[in-house]
């Protein structure tokens, strides 16, 4: 069963970067796009960017597009997630999460727990 792990999460400063990253807890014969997802307090979860099983293709949300990268590292089986001039606004749990059709465009399921991004102003 696929159980997915981010860290990287942290607090850092307004304009400061992150750099989060997912990676399987264990090996799986599994070809899966891995989708970003975040909660902020109070707010449903959004989505934030997407990259399919090969890395040809990359979504972004439109509030993090040119801030915000997607890559992964197939040697490695990780997906990360890149994140420069942050904003206060982007303060939430960061979540990735498998969509196993590979194609990016979801369902989605095998949230991992989530790592917590706080942006100070």
């Known amino acids: 069963q696929l159980k997915l792990v981010e860290s990287g999460g942290g607090l850092v400063q307004a304009g400061g970067s992150l750099r989060l990253s997912c990676a399987p807890s264990e090996p799986v014969n599994i070809n899966y796009a891995t989708g970003w997802f975040r909660q902020a307090a109070g707010k449903e979860r959004e989505f934030v960017a997407a990259?399919?099983?090969?890395?040809?293709?990359?979504y972004y949300s439109d509030s993090v597009r040119g801030r915000f990268t997607i890559s992964k590292d197939h040697a490695k089986d990780t997906v990360y997630l890149q994140m420069n001039n942050l904003k206060p606004e982007d303060t939430a749990v960061y979540y990735c999460a498998a969509d196993k059709s590979g194609r990016g465009s979801g369902p989605y399921d095998s949230y991992g727990q989530g790592t917590q991004v706080t942006v100070s102003s």
């Open positions: 990259i399919r099983w090969r890395g040809s293709n990359k």
